[in-house]
Nanobody, 120 residues
Framework: QVQLVESGGGLAQAGGSLRLSCAAS????????IGWYRQAPGKERELVAT????????YANSVRGRFTISRDNANKNTVYLQMNTLKPGDTAVYYC?????????????WGQGTQVTVSS
């Protein structure tokens, strides 16, 4: 079993920044990668970014160049999503997931989500 806990969401103005954290615990040895997903009201959940256990990263076109996914150097079980130049369209609940690699698929391990709201 893997437990994931997100934190760091909140309210930001357009052009601002937020940093999300995802802390994994439990059977972390089984995690091949961590993915950040988001779901806006009335929309399907979408993949935002992923990082593999080897450090390979992927970004959705909508966030590439603005968001950065990284792993804590001291605690490899913590993954961050640095979000810069935020837009109102980034407003969503953000979830982290223990994804499979190399073919990225969401697993059944989800965090509870953290709300990000960007005002114009």
């Amino acid at each position: 079993q893997v437990q994931l806990v997100e934190s760091g969401g909140g309210l930001a103005q357009a052009g601002g920044s937020l940093r999300l954290s995802c802390a994994a615990s439990g059977s972390t040895f089984s995690i091949n990668g961590i993915g950040w997903y988001r779901q806006a009201p009335g929309k399907e959940r979408e993949l935002v970014a992923t990082i593999s256990s080897g450090g390979n990263t992927y970004y959705a076109n909508s966030v590439r160049g603005r968001f950065t996914i990284s792993r804590d150097n001291a605690n490899k079980n913590t993954v961050y999503l640095q979000m810069n130049t935020l837009k109102p369209g980034d407003t969503a609940v953000y979830y982290c997931n223990a994804v499979t690699y190399p073919v990225v698929r969401a697993s059944g391990y989800w965090g509870q989500g953290t709300q990000v709201t960007v005002s114009s």
